[in-house]
Antibody, heavy 122, light 110 residues
């Protein structure tokens, strides 16, 4: 069974930092392009960031550009999201989501983790 | 990166059909045939239901179908069942390796 598992969420103060991780089972995460998507409490989904297989092509939503950094560790087969200068509006469940293009699901997120909650509050 | 526009709610009785719209612009929905739809039950992760406007992943019932005309995409759920009650989100490519989501539609099965 394909699975993604996020970790690293929790409570952070405004201006603080957190690092989220995403690990896979049932497939090799490093073979896929990956994304982070977030969902504020009671709100809709928001795409946050994308990284290609090599880690060299990276894109961010305007709302997090300059504050968040997506990366991947091929040896650990893990995806990360470093979140700095956190704001209250960053409070959300953060999902890692697999880009299904390699398997024919072009420009679609075919596998999602269960999410990790980030709360930014003093 | 403005959000796509979806109606906040939709409803139908069991067995009926309901269509949810997703309006974008010529820079996203209208520019690419890369619209996908996701179903999300409360407290659960989203699930891919439709990709590339009209295609269904294996395991998704053919009661779910997608279409697009100009800058507006649509998801139709036929033969409504109680388990279809969920939030539905559209998304489109907003350019190379960027995505934009709709605000979501809460589907109620009456």
């Amino acid at each position: 069974e394909l699975q993604l598992v996020e970790s690293g969420g929790g409570l952070a103060q405004p201006g603080g930092s957190l690092r989220l991780s995403c690990a896979a089972s049932g497939f090799t995460l490093s073979s896929y392009e990956m994304n982070w998507v977030r969902q504020a409490p009671g709100k809709g989904l928001e795409w946050v960031s994308h990284i290609d297989n090599s880690g060299r092509t990276i894109n961010y939503a305007d709302s997090v550009k300059g504050r968040f950094t997506i990366s991947r560790d091929k040896a650990k087969d893990t995806l990360y999201l470093q979140m700095n200068s956190l704001r209250g509006e960053d409070t959300a469940v953060y999902y890692c989501a697999r880009d299904g293009g390699r398997d024919g699901y072009h420009w679609a997120f075919d596998t999602w983790g269960q999410g990790t909650l980030v709360t930014v509050s003093s | 990166q403005s959000a796509l526009t979806q109606p906040p709610s939709a409803s139908g009785s069991p067995g009926q059909s309901v269509t949810i719209s997703c309006s974008g612009t010529s820079r996203d929905v209208g520019a690419y045939d890369f619209v996908s739809w996701y179903q999300q039950h409360p407290g659960r992760a989203p699930k891919l239901m439709i990709y590339e406007v009209t295609k269904r992943p294996s395991g998704v019932p053919d009661r779910f179908s997608g279409s697009k005309s100009g800058n507006t995409a649509s998801l139709t759920v036929s033969g409504l069942q109680a388990g279809d009650e969920a939030d539905y989100y559209c998304t489109s490519s907003g350019g190379i390796n960027t995505w934009v989501f709709g605000g979501g539609t809460k589907l109620t099965v009456l």
